[in-house]
């Protein structure tokens, strides 16, 4: 079974401008979590769907971060325009029922 | 947003101690999971708990489901220099989303060959 698919694995970009990570979830997996992970702290949960709809984005700074999930498989993130603060590793996982599985993460360095 | 407390925040031991970590929060939770995250990668999951009182164990890991529903344990027995890493607890079901997960602050383990 092939696990949670991120992609790029790096980007570095300068402030203000955007970026977009993209993730492929498990197949069959209708929860899709996407987390941000400041270096040395615990994964923060930015925006959870379920199938293509949203169960909680309250932690996502949405003046600058928007995140979908069409036909309730793939997701994007993207950051419009990125900040310093945002420099972090962006986790995505999915899950069937409980037990969420993560991919490797996309390392964002904003300078 | 709400994290859990994870300690200790770092242990440093010889290769065949055994290690104790807990993971304690102020909400109820369904479901502890424990994670394990090396340099680079994202969290692999090693345990999953369902039940208040439930003692689960994976090879030389055992996790606990604090009768509380608020706290959760991990051990290692006889830790090996692969055991280093970062190790997270999950909690779910918090707030009645039954299943928004809720990463802890985590515990860096180093073993010392």
């Known amino acids: 079974e092939a696990g949670v698919a991120q992609s790029p694995r790096y980007k570095i970009i300068e402030k203000r401008q955007s970026v977009a990570f993209w993730c492929n979830p498990i197949s069959g997996h209708a929860t899709l979590y996407w987390y941000q992970q400041i270096l040395g702290q615990g994964p923060k949960l930015l925006i959870q769907?379920?199938?293509?709809?949203?169960?909680?984005d309250s932690q996502l700074p949405k003046d600058r971060f928007s995140a979908e999930r069409l036909k309730g498989v793939d997701s994007t993130l993207k950051i419009q325009p990125a900040k310093l603060e945002d420099s972090a590793v962006y986790l995505c996982?999915?899950?069937?029922?409980?037990?969420?599985?993560f991919g490797q993460g996309t390392r964002l360095t904003v300078v | 947003g709400q994290q859990l407390n994870q300690s200790p925040q770092s242990m440093f031991i010889q290769e065949g101690e055994d290690v104790s970590m807990n993971c304690t929060s102020s909400s109820i939770f369904n479901t502890w999971l424990w994670y394990k995250q090396d340099p680079g990668e994202g969290p692999v999951l090693l345990i999953a708990?369902?039940?208040?009182?439930e003692l689960t164990s994976n090879g030389r890991l055992t996790a606990q489901f604090g009768i509380t529903r608020k706290d959760s344990f991990l051990n290692i027995s006889a830790s090996i220099p692969s055991d280093v890493g970062i190790y997270f607890c999950?909690?779910?079901?918090?707030?009645?989303?039954?299943?928004?997960?809720?990463f802890g602050t985590g515990t860096l383990l180093a073993v010392q060959p």
């Open positions: 996982a999915s899950s069937l029922n409980t037990e969420a599985f």
């Open positions: 769907f379920q199938n293509n709809g949203v169960v909680d």
């Open positions: 708990l369902y039940k208040a009182g």
């Open positions: 999950a909690g779910q079901g918090y707030g009645g989303a039954t299943n928004k997960l809720i």
